[in-house]
């Protein structure tokens, strides 16, 4: 069974940074895709960044510019950092790993960012 391990999440000021992990059970290059989600109360669940096997990167409108997507292959680790945060930026964040072949997907349990001052 994959294991999603998620931290680095926190209270960060207006303007700040932060780094976000997603610790793996098994080696990440067996998924077609590594992403983070996240959801703020009261709104939907929302792709933030993805990055596939094959190294191409993506990112929600909201964050392009802000956030960078990356992957340690080695660690079984992908990274999420997180510059010029915003108060809108806060909501519970999600690492997801896809597996076409397995035919689903796997989830961590979360970890809290709040960007307030």
């Known amino acids: 069974q994959v294991q999603l391990v998620e931290s680095g999440g926190g209270l960060v000021q207006p303007g700040g940074s932060l780094r976000l992990s997603c610790a793996a059970s098994?080696?990440?290059?067996?998924?077609?895709?590594m992403n983070w989600y996240r959801q703020a109360p009261g709104k939907e669940h929302e792709l933030v960044a993805a990055?596939?096997?094959?190294?191409?990167?993506s990112y929600a409108d909201s964050v392009k510019g802000r956030f960078t997507i990356s992957r340690d292959i080695d660690k079984n680790t992908v990274y999420l950092q997180m510059n010029s945060l915003k108060s809108e930026d806060t909501a519970v964040y999600y690492c997801n790993a896809v597996s076409s072949l397995l035919s689903r997907d796997y989830w961590g349990q979360g970890t809290q960012v709040t960007v307030s001052s």
């Open positions: 990055v596939t096997r094959g190294s191409r990167t």
């Open positions: 098994g080696s990440i290059f067996s998924f077609d895709a």
